[in-house]
């Protein structure tokens, strides 16, 4: 299986930014890593034959999602983008019976909200491939990873009622609002989302308020209230709201397009 993947490449000698986008062959993927052509690799292959492929079984799930987290972390800071191209290695690996529907949802849980703005801001995705991620993903082993100390999201959607208001913060640069997989429970978040999701002066921040049924929940995330949500169940009482007059000329006024983009660039040198 072959995707791809887009990154903003930072020179760190001359500060030159290059969008770069990259195919890979989840069939020899492992030899990729393995070569030591490609030195941004570091000893990821030791770590996935050594660390990960001996726990990705249903009996070893949690410590599978354990040494996958620390793992990710790890790559987090040398280099992000590994954590996106396992996930994709890993449901090549699903989609051809070699691991269960729980082992991918402990690697969606991770990858899923990795990095500075998650899955689907690094690896070229549709939506219908989104949603075929979710719906193998095993729901319960999926929540269960996706809790925190504080939030049991099993517990959570077995609370929800049978519709209930989402939010989301977008841009005018965007064109997917009602219709994107990532939603919040807190009101707060969209805001940040909103500015976050400019990415030059002419963009205008935004705010959707939406009614979903339970049964477009595909996963929930204890981290910002997260609501992934399926496009193709219909909601209602959508209602969009963007910034104008002296709020936008105020945003304006104080926005910084390289201070706001700097959570999307890795900062690699070019090699």
């Known amino acids: 299986?072959?995707?791809?993947?887009r990154a903003t490449l930072v020179d760190r000698q001359t500060g030159r930014l290059r969008n770069t986008t990259t195919t890979i062959d989840t069939d020899t993927w492992l030899d990729r890593i393995a070569d030591p052509a490609h030195q941004l690799y570091g000893n990821a292959l030791e770590m996935v034959q050594k660390?990960?492929?001996?726990?990705?079984?249903?009996?070893?799930?949690d410590n599978f999602s354990a040494m996958y987290f620390r793992t990710y972390e790890g790559w987090r800071e040398f280099n992000?983008?590994?954590?996106?191209?396992?996930?994709?290695?890993?449901?090549?690996?699903?989609?051809?019976?070699?691991?269960?529907?729980?082992v991918w949802a402990a690697v969606l849980s991770v990858a899923w909200?990795?990095?500075?703005?998650?899955?689907?801001?690094?690896?070229?995705?549709?939506?219908?491939?989104?949603?075929?991620?979710?719906?193998?993903a095993d729901r319960h082993t999926l929540l269960d990873h996706s809790s925190s100390e504080d939030e049991d999201m099993n517990e959570l959607y077995e609370s929800l009622p049978e519709?209930?208001?989402v939010y989301r913060g977008v841009s005018t640069g965007i064109?997917?609002?009602?219709?994107?997989?990532?939603?919040?429970?807190?009101?707060?978040?969209?805001?940040r989302f909103a500015k976050l999701n400019c990415q030059s002066k002419k963009e205008i921040p935004g705010f959707i308020t939406?009614?979903?049924?339970?049964e477009a929940v595909l996963g929930l995330f204890a981290f910002e209230g997260e609501v992934v949500v399926d496009p193709a169940?219909?909601?209602s009482n959508v209602r969009k709201e963007f910034l104008r007059g002296n709020e936008l000329r105020k945003f304006h006024k104080q926005f910084d397009v390289q201070a706001n983009t700097q959570d999307l660039l890795q900062n690699w040198a070019f090699r």
């Open 175 to 191: 064109d997917h609002f009602e219709d994107g997989f990532s939603w919040t429970r807190d009101v707060n978040e969209p805001l």
């Open 113 to 136: 909200q990795a990095g500075a703005r998650g899955m689907m801001a690094c690896v070229v995705l549709s939506a219908e491939d989104v949603r075929q991620m979710f719906l193998a």
């Open 163 to 165: 519709t209930f208001t």
């Open 233 to 235: 169940v219909p909601k």
């Open 51 to 61: 660390n990960l492929a001996p726990y990705a079984r249903d009996e070893e799930v």
């Open 80 to 102: 992000v983008v590994l954590v996106f191209e396992y996930a994709m290695y890993m449901w090549a690996e699903y989609k051809a019976g070699r691991i269960s529907s729980m």
């Open 210 to 214: 939406a009614t979903i049924r339970k």
């Open 1 to 5: 299986m072959k995707f791809s993947y």
